[in-house]
């Protein structure tokens, strides 16, 4: 079977469907190509935060305007992402307030609603917290976070009644090039015709750009969740992250709390193969975790574990996102590199994928902060917490 087409976007995560969603916005005939279901990997097992806070004006605009679209999806997109706003504080240490205060300062100025506030103001905020530790925090009121597998699906469907065609259960082999131009993909269900070739495959993306010898410094790390139960009394909390506890905290429903960690080592845990690692959370994580939320939430004591999950960042040197057209093969772009971060950030990177596909590259763009020579020119853009994940 041979299927033609203008663009086919490579993998059904949040940013293979925001891409899909806007090429089809934009006029374009688009073929989505996924090896499972939509939101199979990484994305659909995404805690889904949504902040703000960046160290970069760049991703601050893109997260800023991925809120924007999160607050307003059934008219931007169609659907509902089951976004739900409560709030964001992230708590600083006393060594690291200085550059949380210059980082909200640069926030403020592209438009985020944010704010430097004291330990006694976070007490008021969120009354179960204790502020031992905290010498301060950034507040935002307007973040949250969202359900990843809804807002993608609703991504994938939007693009689906724009024409784009879905094809699910269909695993690219290989990329098909001819005369340094992309024509295509080969898949385990025929060969599939474009003139534009995207690959947001996640942790799976070198595997596919090295069928035409692009290897990309996108290495997969394993990334574990922990749950648990709230006492009855403990109704609502923010969602949270601090440099003291290193660790993110948010609601689930279900009278859960959701708890993962900002410890830059995670990129250690290294994965060989994305297609089979260990999708349990340890028991000693559980354990840890505990007590770190018991420490800052001292209700939580009485709480009780309710499980947990593992799945995989897409992590490269510097910790942000390889969006851009790829050398030595025209018509090839990559959407992927991640990092951990990149649930919130899908919106943007949609619309800016699309817009490079549509209108050609720019050099004075957004998008050329993500280009992959800055890795070979030492040009790369690292977040400036030691938190690489807060970006
Ligand atoms: C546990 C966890 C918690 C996280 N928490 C947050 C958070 O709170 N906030 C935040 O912003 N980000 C968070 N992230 C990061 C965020 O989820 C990811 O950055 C984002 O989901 C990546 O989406 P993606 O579309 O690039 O890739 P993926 O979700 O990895 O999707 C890639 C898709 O490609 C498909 N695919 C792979 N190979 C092929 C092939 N050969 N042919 C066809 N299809 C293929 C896969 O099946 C997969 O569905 C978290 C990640 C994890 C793992």
Not at 21 to 33: D, E, P, R, T, Y
Not at 67 to 77: G, H, P, S, T, Y
């Amino acid at each position: 079977m041979t299927t033609s087409t203008d663009v086919i976007v490579v993998g059904g995560g949040i940013n293979g469907a925001s891409i899909a969603f806007n090429l089809a916005k934009g006029g374009l005939k688009v073929s989505l190509i996924e090896k499972d279901f939509i939101a199979a990997g990484p994305t659909g097992r995404s805690s889904a935060i949504i902040r703000q806070h960046y160290s970069h004006e760049v991703t601050a605009r893109m997260a800023l305007r991925s809120l924007r679209i999160f607050q307003n999806f059934d008219d931007v997109v169609g659907g509902d992402p089951d976004f739900h706003q409560t709030g964001f504080l992230l708590a600083a240490r006393p060594e690291d307030v200085e550059l949380l205060e210059a980082n909200i300062a640069l926030q403020q100025e592209v438009g985020i609603d944010t704010r430097l506030v004291s330990p006694q103001e976070v007490k008021d905020l969120e009354p179960h917290i204790s502020v031992e530790g905290i010498a301060a925090a950034a507040y935002e009121p307007e973040s949250g976070y969202a359900d990843p597998a809804a807002t993608t699906t609703a991504y994938a469907g939007r693009a689906k009644d724009l024409g784009a065609d879905l094809q699910l259960g269909t695993r690219v082999q290989k990329v098909l090039v001819e005369r340094g131009r992309v024509v295509g993909v080969d898949t385990d269900k025929g060969t599939f015709q474009a003139g534009a070739v995207v690959v947001a495959a996640g942790p799976w993306t070198s595997l596919i750009t090295e069928t035409v010898g692009i290897e990309l410094p996108i290495k997969a790390s394993r990334h574990q969740v922990a749950t648990y139960r709230r006492p009855d009394e403990f109704e609502r909390h923010m969602v949270f992250a601090g440099f003291d506890d290193e660790v993110y905290i948010r609601p689930e429903t279900g009278q859960l709390m959701l708890v993962g960690s900002i410890e830059p080592e995670e990129a250690e845990a290294e994965v060989a193969d994305p297609d089979s690692f260990n999708e349990r959370v340890d028991f000693d994580i559980v354990a840890d975790f505990s007590e770190r939320v018991a420490r800052r939430y001292p209700l939580m004591e009485q709480g009780t574990s309710a499980g947990g999950w593992a799945s995989l960042y897409d992590v490269t040197p510097d910790w942000h996102s390889i969006i851009c057209p790829l050398p030595g093969v025209e018509g090839l772009y990559c959407a992927a590199g991640t990092s951990g971060h990149g649930f919130k950030l899908g919106p943007a990177v949609g619309e800016m994928m699309a817009d490079l596909i549509i209108n050609g590259e720019k050099p004075e763009a957004d998008i050329n902060m993500f280009n992959f020579r800055r890795f070979a020119e030492g040009e790369t853009v690292a977040g400036k917490y030691e938190y690489s994940i807060v970006g």
